[in-house]
């Protein structure tokens, strides 16, 4: 079974930065975008970006183009944001989410739990 | 302001039919698949149509996708109970080269 595990969701000054990891299993983690997707709580949900399974190719919201940059380690099945210059308007469920295919699409196949990041002072 | 435009809203009784509509542009739903997302209380999304009509395993056939040049809709035949969610439509847009998504409608079975 897939199975998605997101962590470092924590409360973080603006202006600050932060890593959120996604440890995969279940599935050959390089044969798939990957992507992340945010949901204010009680709002609808916000793809911020996403990473082709080969890593050649990366996709930014404009919201976050610029400060939240998307990687992959495939020795160790993990996707990571690095997110930077955090605001308000940041803080959100973050979701890892696996692709259908090898390519980046809206075919969202497969979701982790989330992890919960406030941005606030 | 979302870039898909769906209701934020629709209701039901048991039994009943109820369809929810995504309309979008060219360069989003008039180019590409549409994909439909069921969010329950508390829970992640799930992936509830791809391929604008097509079920992933384990979604029941009374669910249906439909795709028509620049719109989309999700209908849901003999409403239940355990359909109140929100629900959400996404698809690719080719002139910016990001997903989309619609604003979400809650369904409620009245």
């Known amino acids: 079974d897939v199975q998605l595990v997101e962590s470092g969701g924590t409360l973080v000054q603006p202006g600050g930065s932060l890593r959120l990891s996604c440890a995969a299993s279940g599935f050959t983690f390089n044969k798939y975008a990957m992507n992340w997707v945010r949901q204010v709580p009680g709002k609808g949900l916000e793809w911020v970006s996403a990473?082709?399974?080969?890593?050649?190719?990366?996709f930014y919201a404009d919201s976050v183009k610029g400060r939240f940059t998307i990687s992959r380690d495939t020795s160790k099945d993990m996707l990571f944001l690095e997110m930077s210059s955090l605001r308000a308007e940041d803080t959100a469920v973050y979701y890892c989410?696996?692709?259908?295919?090898?390519?980046?699409?809206?075919?969202?196949?497969?979701w982790g739990q989330g992890t919960l990041v406030t941005v606030s002072s | 302001q979302s870039v898909l435009t769906q209701p934020p809203s629709a209701s039901g009784t048991p039994g009943q039919r109820v369809t929810i509509s995504c309309s979008g542009g060219?360069?989003?739903?008039?180019?590409?698949?549409v994909y439909w997302y069921q969010q329950l209380p508390g829970t992640a999304p799930k992936l509830l149509i791809f391929r604008s009509d097509q079920r992933p395993s384990g979604v029941p056939d009374r669910i249906t996708g439909s795709h028509s040049g620049t719109s989309a809709s999700l209908a849901i035949d003999g409403l239940r109970s355990e359909d109140e969610a929100d629900y959400y439509c996404a698809t690719w847009d080719d002139n910016v080269s990001v997903v989309v998504f619609g604003g979400g409608t809650r369904l409620t079975v009245l």
């Open positions: 990473m082709s399974g080969s890593g050649a190719g990366a």
């Open positions: 060219s360069s989003n739903i008039g180019s590409n698949y």
């Open positions: 989410v696996k692709g259908a295919k090898a390519y980046c699409s809206a075919d969202l196949y497969s």
